[in-house]
């Protein structure tokens, strides 16, 4: 019995192995993340949380991100439909309503997070002082009632 097993658990081995090394072909096919980057046209969607007076610009720099933001407007989708990702404490020039923004690079899109990163834009614009600490640590922020409303053309 015990070489039943060994015997399986060697030909199962082989087989993830083999699963792994087939990736060369594949792996031509990538480009670096930089070649990549430089491909794609940022986009700017206007994000309500449904309780402040102003909306927030936000910009999307990755091309699945970008892809996804447009399926939301267009009413394509409705998963993942709140923004996600890390808060820059300065007012973008893209976005002239608050005095932060979301870092370009790190934004996503949920269904549901922990209650730890959320907040309406307006009560993030009046601690701002505070983001980083107890309230939205890492900076993280994700409001949970967030939603692209429109696509914006660049500034």
């Known amino acids: 019995m015990r070489s039943t097993f060994t015997k399986l658990g060697s030909l199962a081995a082989a087989a993830m192995l083999g699963f792994t090394v087939a990736q060369p072909a594949q792996a031509e096919q990538h480009t670096t ?44 989708t409705y998963e993942r439909p709140h923004l996600i990702g890390r808060l820059s404490k300065r007012q973008a020039d893209y976005s002239p309503n608050y005095n932060f923004h979301f870092e370009p690079d790190s934004v996503g899109f949920f ?45």
């Open 33 to 76: 993340g930089e070649k990549r980057a430089a491909a794609v046209t940022p986009a700017y969607f206007e994000m309500t949380d449904g309780y402040s007076r102003k909306n927030l610009v936000v910009k999307l720099v990755k091309e699945a991100q970008i892809d996804h933001a447009r399926e939301l407007v267009s009413g394509a």
């Open 111 to 155: 269904d549901y997070a922990i209650e730890v990163c959320d907040a309406t834009l307006q009560y993030t614009e009046d601690n701002l002082d505070e983001v980083g600490g107890p309230f939205l640590p890492g900076r993280i922020y994700c409001p949970w009632s967030s939603r692209l409303i429109k696509e914006v053309p660049a500034p």
